[in-house]
Antibody
Framework: EAQLVESGGGLIQPGRSLRLSCAGSGFALSDYAVNWVRQTPGKGLEWVGFIRTSPYGETTEYAASVKGRFTILRDDSKNIAYLQMNSLQTEDTGRYFC??????????????WGQGTLVAVSS | DIQMSQSPSALSASVGDRVTITCRASQGVTNYVAWFQQKPGKVPERLIFAASRLQSGVPSRFSGSGSGTDFTLTISGLQPEDFATYYCLQHGNHPFSFGRGTKVDVK
């Protein structure tokens, strides 16, 4: 069964860094682009960023709110994608999800999600 | 950047009602719109992709329509398990963006 599992969340002070992991199992993560999405307390869902597959240069895209602070990476040999978060701010507190970006009948879909990992930025 | 204006932000409905939620994109996104359902503390559940395609395993009372800038999610015959928050997402242009959500609660 295909699965995504996020890890690496925790309590962190403002200004510090944290790296989240998104581990795939039951499928080859290398075949898929990966999105990161977060949900901040009392607010809705926010798209954070995206990494393309190796044939597309593993290039990345980011939301304006995290651009320059967050970096998405992937290690397909380990079937893992990462979200490196630097200069964390209290507004970055939330649950972070990764999602597989798949082609179904030549149409893109966010077809698989992890359970999420909690990040709390507080002094 | 593309903004997704989702409305209403909340609505009250009864079991059996027909519910309609709309999203308007600030620029055309062809049919790159998905719809999700989320319950408190849970993972978003995908409902619709490519504006109108039902995700595998999703009940047929959910349907999506639209293209370009205007999109609609319809629930035909609301069930008790459908009380939740619904989000649209455009992925036609980077950065991708969600609507602000529509909370559907019990009338």
């Amino acid at each position: 069964e295909a699965q995504l599992v996020e890890s690496g969340g925790g309590l962190i002070q403002p200004g510090r860094s944290l790296r989240l992991s998104c581990a795939g199992s039951g499928f080859a993560l290398s075949d898929y682009a990966v999105n990161w999405v977060r949900q901040t307390p009392g607010k809705g869902l926010e798209w954070v960023g995206f990494i393309r597959t190796s044939p597309y240069g593993e290039t990345t895209e980011y939301a304006a709110s995290v651009k320059g602070r967050f970096t998405i990476l992937r290690d397909d040999s380990k079937n893992i994608a990462y979200l490196q978060m630097n200069s964390l701010q209290t507004e970055d507190t939330g649950r972070y999800f990764c999602s597989r970006y798949s082609l179904v009948d030549m149409l893109f879909t966010f077809d698989l999600w992890g359970q999420g990992t909690l990040v709390a930025v507080s002094s | 950047d593309i903004q997704m204006s989702q409305s209403p932000s909340a609505l009250s409905a009864s079991v059996g009602d027909r519910v309609t939620i709309t999203c308007r994109a600030s620029q055309g996104v062809t049919n790159y719109v998905a719809w999700f359902q989320q319950k408190p503390g849970k993972v978003p559940e995908r409902l619709i992709f490519a504006a109108s395609r039902l995700q595998s395993g999703v009940p047929s009372r959910f349907s999506g329509s639209g293209s370009g800038t205007d999109f609609t999610l319809t629930i035909s015959g609301l069930q008790p398990e459908d009380f939740a928050t619904y989000y649209c997402l455009q992925h036609g242009n980077h950065p991708f963006s969600f609507g602000r959500g529509t909370k559907v609660d019990v009338k």
